[in-house]
Structures are given as C-alpha cells and as structure tokens.
C-alpha cells in the first residue's frame, strides 16, 4: 500500500516548501511558454534586425537615386529626369536559353551589346551636351545606383515573405547574410561618389598597370572601346591591351586579344592578363599572385573568346593577381592598391624571364574599369 505524500518534508518550513513549488510552477509554465511561443519570439527578435538594416538600404537607394538625379541635371540634362531614371532604376536583363548551349555566348554578347547600347543612347537623349567621357561615368553611375534598387527589392521581398509566413527558416537564413548585403550596398554607396566624380576605383587596377606601362607610346584602337601600344619590355615585344581611358570603360579584352594573335598569325610565346581578384579574410590589400588562365571577369563572353583560342594555337596563359576586398573592387581606388601596381609590373617582367626568350611576342593585358585612368 503507498503511503500518501506528506504535505511538508520534514525539518522544512511551509512557507519555504510553497516558494519551492511556486518556482517549480513558474520553470515548468516558463518552458511550456517558450516551447509554444519561443519560435515565434525569435522570429521576431529577427525580423525586428533585418527592418532595421531594410530602413538603412532603403536611405541607400533614395540617396543613390537623388546623386544620379543631380548627376544628370549638372551635366545638362533637362526635361523628365526623376522619371526618366525612376525608368531606368528598373531595367534587367533577360539572359538567354541555356537548355542548349550551343552558341549560348554569342546569344549573350548580342543582348549585353543591345543593352549597353541602349543605356549610352538613354543617357545621350537625358544629357545631350555631356561628352562621350561623361556619359560612360554616368552609365557606371546609373549601374550603381541601379544595383543598390535591386539589392533593396530583394531584400524586402524575402523580408516581407517571411513576416508573411512567419517561416523561421525564411528569416533565418536573410538575417545571417543581412551583414553581407549590408556590405556589399555600402561598397556600391561609395562606387556612387567615384563615378560621379570620375575618380579610379580597385577594379581599374590591371587598367593602371597597363597604363604605366604603355606611357608616352603611341596606340591605336584595336576592338571597340579598347587600345594596344606597343611596348620593348625585358628585351621581348609586348603588346599592353587596355580599355580607352580615362571614362568608365571596360573595353573587349578577349576580342582585342583574338584580333592581336589574328594579327601575329599566331606567332605569340605567351598572354599575360592583370586583373584584381577577390582577397580572403586575413589576407592584405594589394598582395600579388600568379594563376593559370584567363583572369577577366564579368558574365564570361571575353573570356570565352581568348579561351577558344588556346586548344588550337597552343599559346599559354598567364595571370597576375593583385587581391582586393569587394567593396575595394567598387569603391575609389586606395593607396594600397596604387602601390602594387609597381609591383605587378616586376611580376610581369619575372614572369617573361621565366616563361619566353628575348625577341618573343607577347601580350599583356590590363583587365578592369578605366574610369580615371588614362594611356
């Protein structure tokens, strides 16, 4: 037979015996309380930091569509501005069916030559007595601001879907990469001022190393928007490739190097390509590394057009890599950078004494933005 359980124990008060259970109470409603409701309480919790940094994206955006507005008007512009760039904040792009590849990249090149046409000619017809160096830097400046709304949209919407569905997994995952947009946005806030003011930004370093080394030679045009000297470097004939300076251009690297080797019948000894690259966590601004391959980036048609070169003439690809963080990449150059330009260019000439011999062709091209950056 069980005994009953007494109602005290002994040698314990009562009053301490009913705080006892009181507080057993409140931990047993406490856990049944957050077990209901805690999901519930953190979503929130995220939610509440995500709007937070939604608010700052939102000033952002405002902020880069008012600079492009005063961009606009200070270089002429008249008419309907505000609506105008409200339209053009909205542009995107339709990449083509990939289901079948064949042929995929001229599809592509097509539709970017279509859309950067497009663009020049909008703001041609905004400000018509701007020069063709101001309106490629009000292009890069209508792309930074165009970015920003694009960041901003999609942040809201999964903002917005997941206070709609209360989904934890939806709020999770944009609050852990909340930090990383929020970087991103304030490298493109920056990259705003530089193409207002033309100023060079980190992506224009293979364009600088380029420049030092072509100086004070005479070049010509050799793809559109896209210049070649003629360089005596170590004792080899070098070819230096660079978008035309000093607007916001990127020129067509892969085209001018098909049209060079075009040019050589093939008699190249080795391409030697300079672009920045994205550094890792820990490592320095402005460091230098070798790679194999065809360093330009982008959505892949230059760099398709110099790789389907390479099965047939054989001729080997060299890179030199100078790391950057990625908002350095969009923002005003820094000092760091413009001291490894120096220092790529010794990369280069050790790498023509390892890799060809006095009197060989070679071609190096200098990848990047040119905005601020001249021949």
Not at 13 to 27: E, F, Q
Not at 190 to 199: I, N, T
């Amino acid at each position: 037979m069980l005994l009953p359980m007494p109602l005290w124990l002994p040698g314990l008060p009562t009053g301490d015996l009913t705080d006892l259970l009181l507080s057993a109470l409140l931990v047993m409603a406490s856990m049944a309380f957050f077990t209901v409701f805690g999901q519930k309480i953190q979503a929130w919790m995220m939610l509440r930091q995500v709007a937070r940094s939604l608010d700052k994206l939102k000033m952002m955006r405002d902020e880069g569509r008012s600079i492009a507005i005063r961009a606009l008007r200070e270089a002429g512009a008249g008419g309907d501005v505000v609506g105008r760039v409200d339209r053009f904040l909205e542009h995107f792009l339709i990449e083509p069916e990939a289901m079948d590849p064949a042929g995929v990249v001229w599809k592509l090149e097509r539709i970017l030559d279509v859309r950067e046409k497009k663009f020049l000619d909008e703001i041609r017809r905004i400000a018509p007595e701007a020069g063709e160096e101001k309106v490629h830097n009000l292009e890069g400046l209508l792309e930074a601001a165009t970015a920003l709304n694009v960041l901003y949209k999609v942040v809201r919407h999964y903002y917005l879907l997941g206070k709609k569905t209360s989904s934890i997994y939806i709020i999770a995952q944009l609050q852990m990469l909340i930090p990383l947009l929020m970087k991103t946005a304030r490298a493109y806030a920056d990259a705003l001022m530089a193409f207002r003011k033309g100023q060079p930004i980190g992506d224009g370093i293979g364009a600088l190393v380029a420049a030092k080394l072509m100086r004070g030679r005479p070049y010509k045009r050799v793809a559109e928007g896209t210049i070649v000297a003629e360089v005596e470097l170590e004792g080899r004939r070098a070819f230096v490739v660079k978008a035309e300076g000093p607007g916001a251009l990127v020129g067509r690297p892969g085209e001018a190097v098909r049209k060079l080797v075009e040019e050589l019948k093939g008699n190249v000894k080795a391409i030697i390509f300079v672009d920045a690259t994205i550094k890792l966590e820990g490592e320095e601004t402005g460091e230098i590394a070798d790679g194999i391959g065809v360093a330009i980036g982008g959505p892949g048609v230059e760099k398709f057009k110099v790789e389907e070169l390479l099965p047939e003439l054989k001729i080997p690809v060299y890179s030199v890599l100078i790391k950057e963080d990625v908002s350095e990449a969009i923002s005003p150059m820094r000092k760091k950078l413009l001291e490894s330009a120096d220092r790529a260019i010794e990369r280069i000439k050790a790498l023509l004494a390892e890799t060809t011999e006095e009197g060989d062709n070679v071609i190096i091209v200098g990848v990047g933005n040119t905005m601020g950056i001249g021949q």
